[in-house]
């Protein structure tokens, strides 16, 4: 069954320093989507994309994020001077069309020292 | 913005027991999703509803979308310890992005 994968699991990072985290999202998909989740909290929208630009972003996706796709086929996010409260786990989605179900990859845990 | 609760945040059960976990919106729904997540897991979709008043089963699982379109419910019954996770209803946003808006979320746990 096909699946979203996203790399690296888990990534250390020291406050102020640049991440990117890395997703393949499913390939017939048309629509992709940044979550996070805070330990024990629900999971928070961070920003879709569709058509290769961003369609809506949340509060939380400030100038600090950014989103690619490269290729075709990654999906990148981009945290440029990471903070602290960015620790959480984030977890790459992927639908087919704008009104089906999404398919969230196995997550990235962020922890900023 | 948008406000999904759940009701409980929480439920401990004894295997075999039923359990129902509720959803609210601050808002009128287009349609809802449910997700479950396991332990360290990512969320997995489980279903969508789209109608007022629509009742959808999965083996042990019943899933209500309230005639308002403002609330849903997930029941289960006679748990097992493979149900065992935290359960998320999620808003469809039906605008371009068809984000979703994930509700707080109910941690089951079930015990022999």
């Known amino acids: 069954e096909p699946e979203v994968t996203q790399t690296p699991s888990h990534q250390v990072t020291q406050m102020g320093q640049e991440v990117i985290l890395r997703c393949v999202p499913i390939?017939?998909?048309?629509?992709f989507y940044w979550y996070r989740q805070i330990l024990g909290q629900k999971v928070e929208f961070l920003v879709s994309?569709?058509?290769?630009?961003?369609?809506?972003k949340s509060e939380i996706f400030d100038d600090q994020f950014s989103v690619e796709r490269p290729d075709g086929s990654n999906f990148t996010l981009k945290i440029r001077s990471t903070k602290l409260e960015d620790s959480a786990m984030y977890f790459c989605?992927?639908?087919?069309?704008?009104?089906?179900?999404?398919?969230f990859g196995q997550g990235t845990r962020l922890t900023v020292v | 913005g948008q406000q999904v609760m759940q009701i409980p945040q929480y439920q401990h059960v004894q295997e075999g027991e039923d359990f129902t976990t509720y959803c609210n919106s601050s808002?009128?729904?287009?349609?809802i999703q449910w997700y479950k997540q396991r332990p360290g897991g990512h969320p997995v979709f489980l279903i969508q509803?789209?109608?007022?008043?629509e009742v959808k089963k999965q083996k042990r699982l019943t899933f209500q979308f309230g005639e308002a379109k403002k609330n849903s419910s997930l029941h289960i019954t006679a748990t097992q310890t493979t149900d065992v996770g935290t359960y998320f209803c999620?808003?469809?946003?039906?605008?371009?992005?068809?984000?979703?808006?994930f509700g707080t979320g109910t941690r089951l746990q079930v015990t022999l």
């Open positions: 989605a992927s639908s087919r069309g704008g009104n089906t179900e999404a398919f």
């Open positions: 390939s017939n998909h048309l629509y």
């Open positions: 994309f569709y058509n290769n630009e961003i369609s809506e």
């Open positions: 808002t009128t729904l287009s349609n």
């Open positions: 509803l789209v109608k007022s008043g």
């Open positions: 999620a808003a469809v946003d039906t605008g371009t992005a068809s984000k979703l808006t």
